[in-house]
């Protein structure tokens, strides 16, 4: 790796690559160029050249990537190549509708656990997997029995920030944030917010006004970059 510091932006368009990837290994594509993956796609040639240049040389000049070689590259690159134990806080709707959603182990990740304060849902199983919904008061302990090492927040705004503490203290350093305020976390620990509403105006912009033809014409960024080019600059 050219360089210990990799930007957000940059781990977000891996992601990316490697929805695309999968595409065409379903389609039974061998291999790719960086031109064509980026018309395939609607990316940028140029920026998937230097994003994948961080990691190492992976095509062939002339010939262009092995779409299986990359595919598993950037899938280790990712971290993808192993599982990863998922708990939720918040068993309301959001929190056990993202337990039920079955696109995470497309990814490698499964929902285990889900914590909540309210006592007519503790100890109640829900969505095919029959998750189990446990006292946040019990949390340190079933992160451990569990080996969770991913929370999602998913409670109201004005309680995130103790939750945030809560989940801190049992030992977690990667999660995902729903609920729409910033946080307070410390340096070992990555939070990553999904401000629905931020994106939702987001998109509005480009509907609003005289200049929303010129504007969506525009393709130096592709839509995923310029929002979680926001999100980054909430974090």
């Known amino acids: 790796m050219k360089s210990d510091k990799i930007s957000e932006l ?23 160029s960086s031109q064509a993956l980026a018309e395939q796609f ?6 998937i050249r230097k994003d994948l240049g961080y990691f190492g040389e992976f095509g062939v000049r002339g010939v262009g990537y092995s779409v299986e070689n990359l595919r598993s590259h950037i899938t280790k690159i990712l971290g993808l190549d192993r599982p990863h134990r998922v708990g939720i806080v918040g068993a309301g709707r959001l929190g056990t509708a993202l337990a039920d959603y079955r696109g995470f182990s497309r990814s490698n990740f499964a929902v285990v656990a889900l914590f909540d304060n309210d006592e007519a849902k503790i100890g109640r199983k829900v ?12 949390m340190p302990q079933v992160v451990k029995a569990e080996s969770i090492d991913v929370m999602v927040i998913a409670v109201p705004a004005r309680v995130a920030q103790k939750v945030l503490n809560q989940i801190m203290s049992s030992g977690i350093k990667a999660v995902l944030n729903f609920a729409p305020v910033s946080l307070n976390n410390r340096l070992d620990v990555k939070v990553k917010t999904v401000d629905v509403t931020t994106s939702l105006e987001s998109l509005s912009y480009y509907l609003a ?13 592709s839509h995923f970059e310029e929002l979680a080019e926001l999100s980054e600059q909430k974090l």
């Open 209 to 221: 006004g005289p200049q929303s033809s010129s504007v969506t014409s525009h393709r130096n960024k």
């Open 127 to 138: 969505g095919e997997d029959k998750i189990g919904i446990y006292d946040v008061k019990e």
């Open 42 to 47: 609607n990316l940028n040639s140029a920026q």
């Open 10 to 32: 940059t781990t977000n368009r891996l992601s990316v690559y490697l929805r695309c990837l999968n595409t065409l290994s379903a389609a039974g594509i061998k291999s790719i």
